[in-house]
C-alpha cells in the first residue's frame, strides 16, 4: 500500500513538460512577474518595462486591436500600420470593382492624397491595463447564486467603466479571466480614420489560396499597409480630408537581419479564444460531435459559393471575403480534429483530471470545495451534448442564410411604425438605418448564390435535427411540399421582396401602411422572425447550461492552480492583448518527414509551375526572380518568405508583429500549421507552429515590386 501511493503521489508531482516549453499567452502587465526570467533565458535582451509601461514609451504602444479582429502594428513615426493581407481583405475588397480590381491587381498609393479611407474601419491603443478583481467581486460570496452573481458583477462592471472613462475620449473594457475568477480592466483609445495604403495583388497576399491555408511550408505575402489619420492636436478623429497622420507613442523599428534556427521570437497580439482547461469528455465531444457537423455544413457553403464566384468575376469580387471566412474555419477544424488526435489531447485530459481526483482525496476535509466537481462538470457536459448540434445548426445554417438576417434587420423599422408612441423622430432614425443597411447588404450581395445556399443547407437542417427545433412555419412547409426542401426555398425567394434592390429602396423611400403591412407578410420576414425566435429559445436553454458549467470551471481551474503552486498558469485568450514567446524551430508532422523553418522565392516558383489557380504568380514577381533582383533583402542569394516559430497563438493573432530579442519587427504572424492548430485546446511544442511573413519579403515586394520606395523611406530598418 504504501508502495502503491508513492507512486501515486510521484505520479500527481511530476511537471506536465507538454504543458511547459513555450506555451502560453500572457497578460503584458504579468510578463515582468511571471516570464521575463524564461524569456530572457531563451535570449530576449529587453525588460519588462520595454514591452508594457503606462507611463513610458513601450512595444505595446506600436500594437493596435485592428477592426477588432485582427492586430496591426505601427511602423513609422507617420501612423504607417502594417497588418495581414487578409485582415485588410474586407477593405480592398470594398474599394474594388471590375475597373479596379485591387483583389487581383494590388492597389499602392504614391501619396497620402491617394490613400483610401474605410468608414467602417478602426483600430484601438492599449493604454492601461488593470487588476479590477476585488471591486467587480464586491458583494459577491461563495454562497451567492449565479444568476444573482452576475447581476453583481454587470452592476460592478458598469460603474467600473463609467468611472474610469469619465471626461476622456478612452474606452473601458473589463473581461472575465479564469472563468471569472479575476477580472482585468483594459483602457483603450479608438481611431477611427484608418485609411489603405498599399496592397499586394491577390496572387502574392494570399498565394496558394486555400490549397496552402494552415499548411507549412508556406509562401504567402500576407500583408496590407493602412495608415491611422488623427485630427491636428493628434487625438481620434472620424474621417476628415483635414486630419493628419496620426504620430505614436512608440512604433517598432524594422530588422532586415533575418532569422536563424534557435533564435527568439515574441508576438504580441489581441489572441481571440483558447479552450485550454476542458475536461477530456469536453474535448471528445468537440471532435466528435460539434466540429464534423460545422464541417459538413461548411462544405456546402463553400460549393454554393465558389461554383458562382468561378463563372462571374464580379461575384467574385463581392464574395472573396465571405468564402475565405468559411474557408478558413472549415480547414481549421479539419486541423483540430487531425492535431488532438496526433498528440492524444484526450488521453492527456484524463491523466490530469486523475492527478486532480488524486489529490482532491488525498485531504478530504480541507478540499471538500472540490469533491464533486469533475462529477457535476461531466453531467453539464452530457446534458450539452444533447443541444450541441441545435446550437451550431442555427449558428452555421440559420445565420448563413444572407437574405433572413437582411430581412431580421426590418423588425426594428416595423415596430416603430407600428408603434408611433415612441416618437417619430426614432421612426425617421430606423427608416434610415435600414435604408444605410440595405445599401451595405445588395452592394455585395448575389440572390443566386443565397438561394442554393438555402436549397442546400434546409436539406442539411430538416435530415438532421427533430421538428422541435424547427423554427415556426418549417414543419408546416414540409408538409405542404411532401419534404421537397428545394421548392420550400424557390417559394421563398420567389415571393420575397427582399431579394430586390429595387424593391427595397423603394419602399423605404416611402415607407406607408401597406408598404409595413407587405413587409409583415412576406414569407422570408416571417421565416426570419421565427428563426430568431427559435435562435433565442435554443440560446437560452444553452446559456443556462454553460452558466452553470462556468462555474464549476471556475472551481476547478481554481483547484487546479492549488494543487500546482508552482506552476505559473495563464489564461485563456479572450480578445485582450497577450505576449507570446518561443524560438525559430523545425517540426516533424509525420514519420520520416521534417520540414525546415524558413521557406524562399524558390519555392514560389516551383508552386507556380504547378497546373492550380492558387499557385498563379504576377509576371513581375517572375521577371524579379530571373533577374535575382532582390536588392538588400536576399540572404546568400535566396530571398525569403516565411519562417515558423514556436510561439503560442490563436485567431486574432493575424497581423501580430513578431519581434526579435531586441524587439525589432522581423516578421507578421498569419497562420499556424495545420498540425498545430488543436492549440486552442492543448498546445505541444513539437507540433505547434506560429506561420509568419518574414519581413524581407514584406519589404522587397514593397520596395522592388510595387516600386513604393516611399514607404520604405518611412521606417527604420536595421541591417
Given at each position: 500500500?504504501?508502495?502503491?501511493?508513492?507512486?501515486?503521489?510521484?505520479?500527481?508531482?511530476?511537471?506536465?513538460?507538454?504543458l511547459r516549453a513555450d506555451e502560453g499567452m500572457w497578460l503584458p502587465s504579468l510578463v515582468g512577474e511571471l516570464r521575463i526570467g524564461d524569456m530572457r533565458d531563451k535570449g530576449f535582451r529587453l525588460s519588462a518595462d520595454d514591452i508594457y509601461h503606462i507611463n513610458k514609451?513601450?512595444?505595446?504602444?506600436?500594437?493596435?486591436?485592428?477592426?477588432?479582429?485582427?492586430?496591426?502594428?505601427?511602423?513609422?513615426?507617420?501612423?504607417?500600420?502594417?497588418?495581414?493581407?487578409?485582415?485588410?481583405?474586407?477593405?480592398?475588397?470594398?474599394?474594388?470593382?471590375?475597373?479596379?480590381?485591387?483583389?487581383?491587381?494590388?492597389?499602392?498609393?504614391?501619396?497620402?492624397?491617394?490613400?483610401?479611407?474605410?468608414?467602417?474601419?478602426?483600430?484601438?491603443?492599449?493604454?492601461?491595463?488593470?487588476?479590477?478583481?476585488?471591486?467587480?467581486?464586491?458583494?459577491?460570496?461563495?454562497?451567492?447564486?449565479?444568476?444573482?452573481?452576475?447581476?453583481?458583477?454587470?452592476?460592478?462592471?458598469?460603474?467600473?467603466?463609467?468611472?474610469?472613462?469619465?471626461?476622456?475620449?478612452?474606452?473601458?473594457?473589463?473581461?472575465?479571466?479564469?472563468?471569472?475568477?479575476?477580472?482585468?480592466?483594459?483602457?483603450?483609445?479608438?481611431?477611427?480614420?484608418?485609411?489603405?495604403?498599399?496592397?499586394?495583388?491577390?496572387?502574392?497576399?494570399?498565394?496558394?489560396?486555400?490549397?496552402?491555408?494552415?499548411?507549412?511550408?508556406?509562401?504567402?505575402?500576407?500583408?496590407?499597409?493602412?495608415?491611422?489619420?488623427?485630427?491636428?492636436?493628434?487625438?481620434?478623429?472620424?474621417?476628415?480630408?483635414?486630419?493628419?497622420?496620426?504620430?505614436?507613442?512608440?512604433?517598432?523599428?524594422?530588422?532586415?537581419?533575418?532569422?536563424?534556427?534557435?533564435?527568439?521570437?515574441?508576438?504580441?497580439?489581441?489572441?481571440?479564444?483558447?479552450?485550454?482547461?476542458?475536461?477530456?469528455?469536453?474535448?471528445?465531444?468537440?471532435?466528435?460531435?460539434?466540429?464534423?457537423?460545422?464541417?459538413?455544413?461548411?462544405?456546402?457553403?463553400?460549393?454554393?459559393?465558389?461554383?458562382?464566384?468561378?463563372?462571374?468575376?464580379?461575384?467574385?469580387?463581392?464574395?472573396?471575403?465571405?468564402?475565405?471566412?468559411?474557408?478558413?474555419?472549415?480547414?481549421?477544424?479539419?486541423?483540430?480534429?487531425?492535431?488532438?488526435?496526433?498528440?492524444?489531447?484526450?488521453?492527456?485530459?484524463?491523466?490530469?483530471?486523475?492527478?486532480?481526483?488524486?489529490?482532491?482525496?488525498?485531504?478530504?476535509?480541507?478540499?471538500?470545495?472540490?469533491?464533486?466537481v469533475l462529477d457535476s462538470l461531466v453531467y453539464l457536459i452530457d446534458k450539452e451534448s444533447d443541444l450541441i448540434l441545435a446550437y451550431e445548426y442555427q449558428r452555421e445554417i440559420l445565420g448563413a442564410i444572407e437574405i433572413l438576417g437582411f430581412a431580421g434587420n426590418f423588425?426594428?423599422?416595423?415596430?416603430?411604425?407600428?408603434?408611433?408612441?415612441?416618437?417619430?423622430?426614432?421612426?425617421?432614425?430606423?427608416?434610415?438605418?435600414?435604408?444605410?443597411?440595405?445599401?451595405?447588404?445588395?452592394?455585395?450581395?448575389?440572390?443566386?448564390?443565397?438561394?442554393?445556399?438555402?436549397?442546400?443547407?434546409?436539406?442539411?437542417?430538416?435530415?438532421?435535427?427533430?421538428?422541435?427545433?424547427?423554427?415556426?412555419?418549417?414543419?408546416?412547409?414540409?408538409?405542404?411540399?411532401?419534404?421537397?426542401?428545394?421548392?420550400?426555398?424557390?417559394?421563398?425567394?420567389?415571393?420575397?421582396?427582399?431579394?430586390?434592390?429595387?424593391?427595397?429602396?423603394?419602399?423605404?423611400?416611402?415607407?406607408?401602411?401597406?408598404?409595413?403591412?407587405?413587409?409583415?407578410?412576406?414569407?422570408?420576414?416571417?421565416?426570419?422572425?421565427?428563426?430568431?425566435?427559435?435562435?433565442?429559445?435554443?440560446?437560452?436553454?444553452?446559456?443556462?447550461?454553460?452558466?452553470?458549467?462556468?462555474?464549476?470551471?471556475?472551481?476547478?481551474?481554481?483547484?487546479?492552480?492549488?494543487?500546482?503552486?508552482?506552476?505559473?498558469?495563464?489564461?485563456?485568450?479572450?480578445?485582450?492583448?497577450?505576449?507570446?514567446?518561443?524560438?525559430?524551430?523545425?517540426?516533424?508532422?509525420?514519420?520520416?518527414?521534417?520540414?525546415?523553418?524558413?521557406?524562399?522565392?524558390?519555392?514560389?516558383?516551383?508552386?507556380?509551375?504547378?497546373?492550380?489557380?492558387?499557385?498563379?504568380?504576377?509576371?513581375?514577381?517572375?521577371?524579379?526572380?530571373?533577374?535575382?533582383?532582390?536588392?538588400?533583402?536576399?540572404?546568400?542569394?535566396?530571398?525569403?518568405?516565411?519562417?515558423?516559430?514556436?510561439?503560442?497563438?490563436?485567431?486574432?493573432?493575424?497581423?501580430?508583429?513578431?519581434?526579435?530579442?531586441?524587439?525589432?519587427?522581423?516578421?507578421?504572424?498569419?497562420?499556424?500549421?495545420?498540425?498545430?492548430?488543436?492549440?486552442?485546446?492543448?498546445?505541444?511544442?513539437?507540433?505547434?507552429?506560429?506561420?509568419?511573413?518574414?519581413?524581407?519579403?514584406?519589404?522587397?515586394?514593397?520596395?522592388?515590386?510595387?516600386?513604393?520606395?516611399?514607404?520604405?523611406?518611412?521606417?527604420?530598418?536595421?541591417?
Amino acid at each position: 500500500m504504501k508502495k502503491y501511493l508513492s507512486i501515486m503521489l510521484i505520479f500527481l508531482f511530476i511537471p506536465l513538460a507538454w504543458l511547459r516549453a513555450d506555451e502560453g499567452m500572457w497578460l503584458p502587465s504579468l510578463v515582468g512577474e511571471l516570464r521575463i526570467g524564461d524569456m530572457r533565458d531563451k535570449g530576449f535582451r529587453l525588460s519588462a518595462d520595454d514591452i508594457y509601461h503606462i507611463n513610458k514609451a513601450a512595444i505595446t504602444d506600436a500594437v493596435v486591436s485592428f477592426g477588432g479582429f485582427c492586430t496591426g502594428e505601427l511602423i513609422s513615426a507617420e501612423g504607417l500600420l502594417i497588418t495581414n493581407h487578409h485582415c485588410g481583405l474586407e477593405s480592398i475588397q470594398h474599394h474594388s470593382s471590375l475597373e479596379n480590381n485591387y483583389l487581383e491587381e494590388g492597389f499602392w498609393a504614391m501619396s497620402r492624397e491617394e490613400e483610401l479611407p474605410n468608414p467602417e474601419l478602426y483600430v484601438r491603443f492599449l493604454r492601461e491595463i488593470q487588476d479590477v478583481t476585488y471591486t467587480v467581486l464586491e458583494g459577491v460570496e461563495d454562497g451567492t447564486a449565479e444568476q444573482s452573481r452576475e447581476q453583481i458583477i454587470n452592476k460592478n462592471i458598469r460603474e467600473l467603466q463609467e468611472e474610469a472613462t469619465d471626461g476622456t475620449h478612452w474606452k473601458a473594457v473589463i473581461k472575465s479571466f479564469y472563468y471569472g475568477s479575476e477580472y482585468y480592466m483594459f483602457l483603450y483609445e479608438e481611431f477611427n480614420d484608418v485609411r489603405l495604403v498599399g496592397a499586394p495583388p491577390g496572387s502574392v497576399g494570399n498565394f496558394g489560396g486555400d490549397t496552402d491555408n494552415w499548411i507549412w511550408p508556406r509562401h504567402t505575402g500576407d500583408f496590407s499597409i493602412f495608415r491611422i489619420y488623427a485630427d491636428e492636436d493628434n487625438h481620434p478623429a472620424m474621417y476628415a480630408e483635414e486630419n493628419v497622420p496620426y504620430k505614436p507613442r512608440h512604433f517598432l523599428p524594422v530588422s532586415a537581419g533575418g532569422v536563424e534556427k534557435g533564435d527568439f521570437t515574441m508576438v504580441c497580439g489581441f489572441p481571440g479564444n483558447t479552450n485550454q482547461y476542458l475536461l477530456s469528455s469536453e474535448l471528445e465531444m468537440i471532435v466528435g460531435k460539434s466540429l464534423p457537423a460545422k464541417i459538413r455544413i461548411r462544405t456546402e457553403r463553400m460549393e454554393a459559393m465558389k461554383d458562382q464566384m468561378d463563372e462571374s468575376g464580379e461575384i467574385e469580387i463581392k464574395y472573396a471575403a465571405k468564402y475565405a471566412h468559411v474557408t478558413n474555419a472549415w480547414k481549421k477544424w479539419q486541423g483540430v480534429i487531425k492535431g488532438i488526435d496526433k498528440v492524444d489531447a484526450i488521453h492527456r485530459k484524463r491523466d490530469c483530471e486523475q492527478r486532480f481526483a488524486v489529490w482532491v482525496r488525498q485531504d478530504p476535509a480541507g478540499r471538500s470545495a472540490y469533491e464533486h466537481v469533475l462529477d457535476s462538470l461531466v453531467y453539464l457536459i452530457d446534458k450539452e451534448s444533447d443541444l450541441i448540434l441545435a446550437y451550431e445548426y442555427q449558428r452555421e445554417i440559420l445565420g448563413a442564410i444572407e437574405i433572413l438576417g437582411f430581412a431580421g434587420n426590418f423588425a426594428d423599422m416595423v415596430e416603430a411604425y407600428h408603434n408611433r408612441e415612441i416618437g417619430e423622430y426614432y421612426l425617421d432614425y430606423t427608416i434610415e438605418e435600414t435604408r444605410e443597411i440595405s445599401e451595405d447588404f445588395f452592394k455585395d450581395y448575389s440572390v443566386s448564390i443565397d438561394r442554393e445556399m438555402l436549397r442546400r443547407l434546409l436539406r442539411i437542417y430538416t435530415a438532421d435535427l427533430p421538428e422541435i427545433h424547427y423554427p415556426a412555419g418549417l414543419k408546416e412547409a414540409m408538409r405542404k411540399y411532401k419534404g421537397d426542401t428545394d421548392r420550400y426555398a424557390n417559394y421563398l425567394f420567389d415571393n420575397t421582396i427582399f431579394a430586390s434592390r429595387e424593391k427595397i429602396m423603394g419602399l423605404l423611400e416611402d415607407p406607408h401602411q401597406a408598404a409595413m403591412n407587405r413587409i409583415g407578410t412576406d414569407p422570408v420576414y416571417r421565416l426570419a422572425k421565427a428563426c430568431e425566435d427559435l435562435s433565442a429559445g435554443i440560446r437560452h436553454s444553452y446559456r443556462s447550461i454553460t452558466d452553470r458549467k462556468d462555474a464549476s470551471y471556475r472551481l476547478y481551474v481554481k483547484g487546479l492552480r492549488e494543487m500546482e503552486p508552482g506552476r505559473d498558469f495563464y489564461a485563456d485568450a479572450n480578445g485582450s492583448m497577450r505576449i507570446a514567446y518561443g524560438q525559430v524551430r523545425e517540426y516533424r508532422p509525420r514519420d520520416a518527414v521534417r520540414y525546415g523553418f524558413l521557406t524562399t522565392l524558390d519555392g514560389i516558383i516551383e508552386k507556380s509551375h504547378m497546373p492550380m489557380d492558387d499557385y498563379r504568380i504576377p509576371e513581375k514577381l517572375m521577371e524579379l526572380y530571373e533577374q535575382k533582383d532582390f536588392g538588400p533583402y536576399s540572404a546568400n542569394g535566396k530571398l525569403p518568405v516565411c519562417f515558423i516559430a514556436s510561439s503560442h497563438t490563436s485567431g486574432g493573432n493575424s497581423g501580430s508583429p513578431v519581434l526579435n530579442a531586441e524587439g525589432h519587427l522581423i516578421g507578421i504572424n498569419f497562420d499556424r500549421n495545420w498540425e498545430g492548430t488543436m492549440s486552442d485546446y492543448v498546445y505541444d511544442v513539437n507540433q505547434c507552429r506560429n506561420i509568419v511573413v518574414d519581413i524581407r519579403y514584406v519589404l522587397f515586394i514593397i520596395d522592388r515590386y510595387a516600386g513604393a520606395g516611399h514607404l520604405i523611406d518611412e521606417m527604420q530598418i536595421f541591417p
